[in-house]
């Protein structure tokens, strides 16, 4: 601009006006807002590792809407598998998080990182290889590649998990409680993975911030996680019965934004739990039966020793016949009569985070099961 001229801005049907003045001869520029959020947006580029998955795919298509460049991480490019993700306006590169050669390659150019690429299953013949060493070396892969590409800020996905599942009679589970009681493969991954993800982003001094999300529900998934796959079978009618189980959910969307939320705020720091409705497994079914009532709740309630005799079944199933365990002594102290209730005050009151209404979130998952897994 000229010495001694004016910038006048004028906000008019959606664009900007700007006016700068030098004598007698005024140029008008007009530029469109949404020109203007794109640019700045895409100022970051950020990479989601684990894109595939029910909130991967979520917080990419967030990340896109928000004007972010997005390099979305895959192990199988397979198209069948990853048609949704094609239909994005995302890099897709294949990468593995068990493979370090592959994410320094993927970090190139890159300055956020949300690392949620994790296995999420509650059984599997070998434990250690199958889900803990993908949590826990998967993720230090991610860290320490990071740390070599001097990422600028690191969001890490953790869990409720790594928080606790049995909460005091006088108080939810908060960000400063740890899970020292792990029984299950999965649990003792997402924390012991946190911990040591907390170790080394210290000692490398990097900027990291954990979300941990309770059970996640929510549209946009197209393989069952455990937390969606019970409400496909009471859709069906296909449970036998309730066990004594209790889960603190939130939406797949309302994560993606506590993430995004998270990355943005320069002042975000430390752990930010992402759960929002406490329930027990019957309470959520009479939910869903209140949404849809074409469901039968099972009559049936199944106690801890209940379980435990019918455990000692499916164990005798996967011997004698290779069949997947549905039900393990470790899933059942894991989780039956424990108070899985946490509080997301910290992620309300730090950085605005707003969870959607829970009945909604519910309709419109009943919704995507019937459309993906149903009525297909």
């Given at each position: 601009?000229?010495?001694?001229?004016?910038?006048?801005?004028?906000?008019?049907?959606?664009?900007?006006?700007?006016?700068?003045?030098?004598?007698n001869?005024?140029?008008?520029?007009?530029?469109?807002?949404?020109?203007?959020?794109?640019?700045?947006?895409?100022?970051?580029?950020?990479?989601?590792?684990?894109?595939?998955?029910?909130?991967?795919?979520?917080?990419?298509?967030?990340?896109?809407?928000?004007?972010?460049?997005?390099?979305?991480?895959?192990?199988?490019?397979d198209?069948?598998?990853?048609?949704?993700?094609?239909?994005?306006?995302?890099?897709?590169?294949?990468?593995?998080?068990?493979?370090?050669?592959?994410?320094?390659?993927?970090?190139?150019?890159?300055?956020?990182?949300?690392?949620?690429?994790?296995?999420?299953?509650?059984?599997?013949?070998?434990?250690?290889?199958?889900?803990?060493?993908?949590?826990?070396?998967?993720?230090?892969?991610?860290?320490?590649?990071?740390?070599?590409?001097?990422?600028?800020?690191?969001?890490?996905?953790?869990?409720?998990?790594?928080?606790?599942n049995?909460?005091?009679?006088?108080?939810?589970?908060?960000?400063?409680?740890?899970?020292?009681?792990?029984?299950?493969?999965?649990?003792?991954?997402?924390?012991?993975?946190?911990?040591?993800?907390?170790?080394?982003?210290?000692?490398?001094?990097?900027?990291?911030?954990?979300?941990?999300?309770?059970?996640?529900?929510?549209?946009?998934?197209?393989?069952?996680?455990?937390?969606?796959?019970?409400?496909?079978?009471?859709?069906?009618?296909?449970?036998?019965?309730?066990?004594?189980?209790?889960?603190?959910?939130?939406?797949?969307?309302?994560?993606?934004?506590?993430?995004?939320?998270?990355?943005?705020?320069?002042?975000?720091?430390?752990?930010?739990?992402?759960?929002?409705?406490?329930?027990?497994?019957?309470?959520?079914?009479?939910?869903?039966?209140?949404?849809?009532?074409?469901?039968?709740?099972?009559?049936?309630?199944?106690?801890?020793?209940?379980?435990?005799?019918?455990?000692?079944?499916?164990?005798?199933?996967?011997?004698?016949?290779?069949?997947?365990?549905?039900?393990?002594?470790?899933?059942?102290s894991?989780?039956?009569?424990?108070?899985s209730y946490?509080?997301?005050?910290?992620?309300?009151?730090?950085?605005?985070?707003?969870?959607m209404?829970?009945?909604?979130?519910?309709?419109?998952?009943?919704?995507?099961?019937?459309k993906?897994?149903?009525?297909?």
């Amino acid at each position: 601009m000229p010495e001694g001229g004016t910038v006048s801005f004028a906000l008019h049907a959606g664009r900007f006006m700007t006016r700068s003045g030098e004598a007698n001869r005024p140029t008008i520029f007009w530029i469109d807002t949404t020109c203007i959020r794109n640019i700045v947006g895409s100022m970051k580029k950020v990479i989601v590792t684990g894109a595939n998955g029910h909130l991967g795919y979520t917080l990419t298509k967030l990340l896109l809407e928000k004007g972010y460049k997005v390099r979305a991480t895959v192990r199988n490019t397979d198209p069948e598998r990853i048609g949704h993700l094609l239909e994005l306006d995302a890099e897709i590169v294949q990468a593995d998080i068990m493979k370090p050669e592959t994410l320094k390659q993927a970090m190139k150019g890159i300055d956020g990182v949300f690392q949620v690429a994790a296995v999420y299953k509650l059984w599997a013949k070998d434990p250690e290889k199958e889900i803990i060493d993908p949590c826990v070396k998967g993720g230090l892969n991610v860290l320490e590649a990071a740390s070599h590409a001097k990422i600028k800020k690191i969001i890490f996905t953790s869990s409720t998990a790594a928080v606790g599942n049995h909460a005091p009679a006088d108080r939810a589970l908060n960000e400063e409680d740890w899970n020292t009681d792990a029984r299950l493969a999965y649990v003792k991954a997402k924390t012991i993975a946190e911990r040591k993800a907390w170790e080394f982003s210290k000692k490398n001094d990097l900027n990291m911030v954990a979300v941990n999300p309770g059970a996640i529900i929510g549209p946009g998934f197209f393989r069952h996680t455990p937390s969606t796959e019970v409400l496909e079978l009471a859709l069906r009618n296909k449970l036998p019965g309730i066990p004594p189980y209790s889960f603190t959910y939130v939406d797949v969307r309302d994560v993606a934004r506590l993430h995004l939320a998270a990355y943005e705020a320069k002042n975000a720091e430390g752990r930010y739990i992402a759960a929002d409705k406490y329930l027990t497994l019957s309470e959520l079914l009479e939910e869903v039966k209140r949404i849809d009532d074409s469901i039968k709740i099972p009559k049936m309630k199944l106690s801890a020793p209940t379980l435990r005799f019918f455990s000692a079944f499916d164990w005798l199933g996967n011997k004698l016949f290779g069949n997947d365990r549905q039900m393990t002594l470790e899933s059942v102290s894991e989780f039956a009569n424990r108070r899985s209730y946490l509080t997301a005050d910290k992620a309300k009151k730090e950085l605005g985070w707003k969870p959607m209404d829970f009945t909604k979130s519910l309709r419109d998952t009943l919704d995507w099961i019937k459309k993906i897994f149903i009525d297909k």
